[in-house]
Each structure stands twice: as structure tokens, then as C-alpha cells.
């Protein structure tokens, strides 16, 4: 089993800047991939940004260009650096992670962006 915990969400204005953080433990040898999902009220969750074991990252086209998704394998974390932030970020933020096919998300934290 893999536990996911994420903190760094909150409020912030529209032009802000927010880091969250993603805490892995238990089972985390060989977690392949790490990577970010979101789910605004009434809509359906989606992707945000990924980073794979070999080092290789994506982006929705939503935020490209500002997220910056990185990793430091010896914390175990995997981070969201959001700059430029829009009232259309507002979303719980859930750290997912996938290791031998079976994937783990955590409780998700509240971003909230403020025009």
C-alpha cells in the first residue's frame, strides 16, 4: 500500500503563486509514476501534470507554462510549483501515483483563486 498525503493549498488571489506537496509513504519502492489531478465544483476531475520514475513530465495544456511538476526521490514528494494562478485553478488538488499497474490517490487539497 501506498499512502498520499498533500498539503500547500489555500487562498490566494488571482496572479499568485501556490507549491503543493505530495508526501508518499509506506510500499513507495517502485512507484512509477507521480503525477497531479484536479476537480473544480461540478465538474469532473482531470489531469494536471505528470512526472514518471525515468524523469519524463506533462502537462495539461491548461497549464503549460505555468506548473512545474518535480520530484525529490529521497523525501519521497512530488511537488506542484503553480505561478500565475487563475480563478479557473480553484479545485481540490489530489496527488496520485501509480505503482505495478495499481494506482493510489490522496485526500486532495483545496486550492482556491480569487479574481
Known amino acids: 500500500q501506498v499512502q498520499l498525503v498533500e498539503s500547500g493549498g489555500g487562498l490566494v488571489q488571482a496572479g499568485g503563486s501556490l507549491r503543493l506537496s505530495c508526501a508518499a509513504s509506506?510500499?513507495?519502492?517502485?512507484?512509477?509514476?507521480m503525477a497531479w489531478h484536479r476537480q473544480a465544483p461540478g465538474k469532473q476531475r482531470e489531469f494536471v501534470a505528470i512526472?514518471?520514475?525515468?524523469?519524463?513530465?506533462n502537462y495539461a495544456d491548461s497549464v503549460k507554462g505555468r506548473f512545474t511538476i518535480s520530484r525529490d526521490n529521497v523525501k519521497n514528494t512530488v511537488y506542484l510549483q503553480m505561478r500565475s494562478l487563475k480563478p479557473d485553478d480553484t479545485a481540490v488538488y489530489y496527488c496520485?501515483?501509480?505503482?505495478?499497474?495499481?494506482?493510489?490517490w490522496g485526500q486532495g487539497t483545496q486550492v482556491t483563486v480569487s479574481a
Open positions: 496520485y501515483a501509480v505503482k505495478q499497474s495499481i494506482s493510489f
Open positions: 509506506g510500499s513507495i519502492f517502485d512507484i512509477n509514476v
Open positions: 512526472s514518471t520514475s525515468g524523469g519524463a513530465t
